[in-house]
């Protein structure tokens, strides 16, 4: 079946303004996760979705960064007033649920670039 | 100090070479562990949980010492198609819901 998926692929965008990167989960998938991965760098937890509700922000860097989910399906991260160092490949990932060995199935990432 | 440390490498191996790769986790309650891969510019997959009694998948072996807080990934026969970086991956806790992600060991496997 498909996978994760993310859109846009690859987005530039110039200092100060707001970006909106979009995640469709597994179909069928309760739980939704965001991460960002710096270049050279591991992945950084941001923010995870159960449903709709996000029980667990504590990952999110700056009040810049927002991020909801709807029908319990799509994710949607939005960054206002990007800066330089927002610049980095933004991952979503979901699994079926929330438990400590659940697999995360992740989508090929969307690369931000900040000029 | 980092929650999930791995040496970064890189570690460059001819074909058929067994290669073992070392990660630590500084919390001593984590709960869960697993070892991802990810290819260049892609995204990680997941390569195969550790259970504390440790595991294999073909060539592939994993082992968890929690009283050193340390997990490995020994790769036997190494085949070109391993070249990737591979992630050391630990939940903190058994209700946590977000993975801590080491940075990763790259492999390269020559010809």
């Known amino acids: 079946g498909a996978g994760v998926s993310q859109s846009p692929s690859n987005k530039v965008t110039e200092k100060g303004k707001d970006v909106e990167l979009r995640c469709d989960p597994i179909?069928?998938?309760?739980?939704l996760y965001w991460y960002r991965q710096s270049l050279g760098q591991g992945l950084e937890f941001l923010i995870y979705?159960?449903?709709?509700?996000?029980?667990?922000k504590s990952g999110l860097p700056s009040d810049r960064f927002s991020a909801e989910r709807t029908g319990g399906s799509v994710s949607t991260l939005t960054i206002q007033r990007t800066q330089q160092e927002d610049s980095a490949v933004y991952l979503c990932?979901?699994?079926?649920?929330?438990?400590?060995?659940?697999?995360?199935?992740f989508g090929p990432g969307t690369r931000l670039l900040v000029l | 100090r980092k929650e999930v440390e791995q040496d970064p490498g890189p570690f460059n191996v001819p074909e058929g070479a067994t290669v073992a790769f070392n990660c630590t986790y500084s919390?001593?309650?984590?709960?869960?562990f697993f070892w991802y891969r990810q290819d260049c510019r892609k995204e990680p997959k997941l390569l195969m949980s550790?259970?504390?009694s440790g595991n294999e998948d073909g060539r592939f072996t994993a082992q968890l010492n929690r009283a050193s807080q340390y997990i490995s990934l020994l790769i036997r026969d190494s085949k070109l198609s391993d070249s990737a970086t591979y992630l050391c991956?630990?939940?903190?806790?058994?209700?946590?819901?977000?993975?801590?992600f080491g940075s990763g060991t790259q492999l390269t496997v020559l010809p």
């Open positions: 990932a979901s699994s079926t649920q929330t438990g400590a060995k659940e697999t995360q199935y």
């Open positions: 179909s069928g998938h309760t739980a």
């Open positions: 979705f159960q449903g709709n509700s996000a029980p667990d």
């Open positions: 919390n001593s309650a984590s709960q869960s």
């Open positions: 550790v259970y504390s």
């Open positions: 991956v630990v939940n903190p806790t058994g209700s946590a819901r977000q993975l801590t």
